[in-house]
């Protein structure tokens, strides 16, 4: 079945300094990554998403490029900020599945000053 | 930005209890989802819908109910209530396109002692 993996529970990193938090999957269908971030107390939201083969798409200095011969979509960032602090959840969608995510673990990310 | 709303935001019942958890949408979107978050597990569908009347199980079903009676709500049914069931359910809407993101309630964080 469809899966998505992310490897590192928890990355604690100081200002400033680049970041990639690790996400591959796992599909026999044509597939739709995302990226949501969860802020403390709040709800997910969508951070970026892509269907399009070794393109890199961004949002709010995050970036992150789907590789469909390695089934990966790593997120990135340059230079994190204290309010990159949260948790990030790649997810996965086929193009068939009429509408059903499945998400990784999730990855918590902390930025110290 | 498309609204979802979730009642309760917290609950506390006793096990062998019901519990039911309510999810609004003004979004007018066709398809509903209830995840539940917990540590180390990401978000894990239970059940969502593809429109009023219709339910389909999810990845964790088990234990759960769900009821679609129009396109605006979506319920989350416990009819015997575990202590394994205390977790944090999140209700979500989207469209129909693979490539349309979720919006996410607040989410009810759900005790049961």
């Known amino acids: 079945g469809d899966s998505v993996t992310q490897t590192e529970g928890l990355v604690t990193l100081t200002k400033g300094l680049p970041v990639m938090l690790n996400c591959t999957y796992q599909t026999t269908y044509s597939p739709f990554l995302f990226w949501y971030v969860q802020h403390l107390n709040e709800a997910p939201k969508l951070l970026l998403k892509?269907?399009?083969?070794?393109k890199r798409t961004e949002h709010q200095g995050f970036y992150a490029t789907l590789h469909k011969s390695s089934s990966s979509f790593h997120l990135q960032k340059s230079s994190v900020q204290l309010s990159d602090s949260a948790l990030y959840f790649c997810a996965l969608r086929r193009g068939s599945a009429l509408g059903r995510l499945h998400f990784g673990a999730g990855t918590q990310l902390i930025v110290i000053p | 930005e498309a609204a979802v709303t979730q009642s309760p935001r917290n609950k506390v019942a006793v096990t062998g209890g019901k519990v039911t958890l309510s999810c609004n949408q003004t979004n007018n979107h066709n398809n509903m989802y209830w995840y539940r978050q917990d540590t180390g597990h990401g978000l894990r569908l239970i059940h969502y819908s593809y429109g009023a009347g219709s339910t389909e199980k999810g990845d964790i079903p088990d234990g759960y109910k769900a009821s679609r009676p129009s396109q605006e709500n979506f319920s989350l049914i416990l009819e015997l209530a575990t202590p394994s069931q205390t977790s944090v359910y999140f209700c979500a809407s989207g469209g129909t396109d693979s490539n349309e993101r979720l919006f996410f309630g607040h989410g009810t964080k759900l005790s049961v002692l």
């Open positions: 892509s269907s399009t083969d070794n």
